[in-house]
């Protein structure tokens, strides 16, 4: 609860928390579901009491919503290229030849190049749809069906533009030089190594000597 007065009182701005609040839906309903698995199984594969179990699994809840609602908060209050950004600047600084390292930057930034694209794409097709009065009355297999049938189209489609993207960087010059530079660096010195620092020790001397 003290991590969630933290991370709610560093962000007072009515409109973030809607936003939040909008990409937390959907684990609210997946969660609630999970804990009827895990009580289920834990009731046929333990000796444990059901008191014991539903204890256990409402606060493991909780904690759940508390990790992904912290999560949301970071994603929603720092773009996901500029998390990007930073490991490369990080990993710039550090002068390492590996190009594994390097491979995985580059797959982060074309999901969260093509991901978006390939969703938008998907919205516009189903509000299409709907304009011209196609999907109105579907029942929801049919809906299903019809997801079915679209996305390997614009999947593909999507995978021939990551195509075009590879060879133009190739052309660039991709592979023959590790690290690779940033075009927009994030500032990372000293200082902010030891901010990270003492804000890990503080957590880490709380959680093993608060009385509380």
Same mark, same amino acid.
């Given at each position: 609860?003290?991590?969630? @007065?933290?991370? %709610?009182?560093?962000?007072?701005?009515?409109?973030?928390?809607?936003?939040?609040? /909008?990409?937390?839906?959907?684990?609210?309903?997946?969660?609630?579901?999970?804990?009827?698995?895990?009580?289920?199984? +834990?009731?046929?594969?333990? *000796?444990?009491?059901? $008191?014991?179990?539903?204890?256990?699994?409402? =606060?493991?809840?909780?904690?759940?919503?508390?990790? &992904? #609602?912290?999560?949301?908060?970071?994603?929603? +209050?720092?773009?996901?290229? *500029?998390?990007?950004?930073?490991?490369?600047?990080?990993?710039?600084?550090?002068?390492?030849?590996?190009?594994? &390292?390097?491979?995985?930057?580059?797959?982060? #930034?074309?999901?969260?190049?093509?991901?978006?694209? =390939?969703?938008?794409?998907?919205?516009?097709?189903?509000? +299409?749809? /709907?304009?011209?009065?196609?999907?109105?009355?579907?029942?929801?297999?049919?809906?299903?069906?019809?997801?079915?049938? *679209?996305?390997?189209?614009?999947?593909?489609?999507? %995978?021939?533009?990551?195509?075009?993207?590879?060879? @133009?960087?190739?052309?660039? $010059?991709?592979?023959?030089?590790?690290?690779?530079?940033?075009?927009?660096?994030?500032? =990372?010195?000293? =200082?902010?190594?030891?901010?990270? $620092? &003492?804000?890990?020790? $503080?957590?880490?001397?709380?959680?093993?000597?608060?009385?509380?």
């Amino acid at each position: 609860m003290i991590h969630l @007065a933290v991370a %709610l009182g560093a962000q007072l701005n009515r409109s973030f928390f809607s936003r939040v609040l /909008k990409r937390i839906k959907p684990f609210l309903f997946y969660f609630p579901i999970m804990l009827i698995f895990y009580v289920g199984f +834990s009731l046929l594969l333990t *000796d444990a009491s059901i $008191g014991h179990i539903v204890n256990e699994a409402f =606060f493991g809840l909780i904690k759940l919503t508390l990790m &992904v #609602g912290a999560m949301m908060f970071c994603l929603e +209050s720092m773009p996901s290229q *500029d998390m990007v950004n930073i490991g490369r600047s990080i990993w710039v600084k550090m002068n390492r030849r590996w190009q594994w &390292v390097e491979d995985c930057f580059l797959f982060l #930034g074309m999901t969260l190049r093509f991901y978006p694209t =390939f969703q938008s794409n998907w919205t516009t097709v189903r509000h +299409s749809r /709907k304009s011209l009065g196609l999907s109105t009355d579907l029942s929801w297999l049919a809906k299903v069906k019809m997801a079915a049938r *679209d996305m390997p189209g614009m999947l593909i489609h999507q %995978l021939r533009r990551s195509e075009d993207v590879a060879t @133009a960087m190739q052309l660039r $010059g991709y592979g023959q030089k590790y690290p690779r530079g940033v075009t927009f660096p994030i500032p =990372f010195g000293r =200082f902010h190594l030891i901010q990270m $620092g &003492v804000i890990t020790l $503080g957590y880490w001397i709380y959680h093993q000597y608060a009385p509380f």
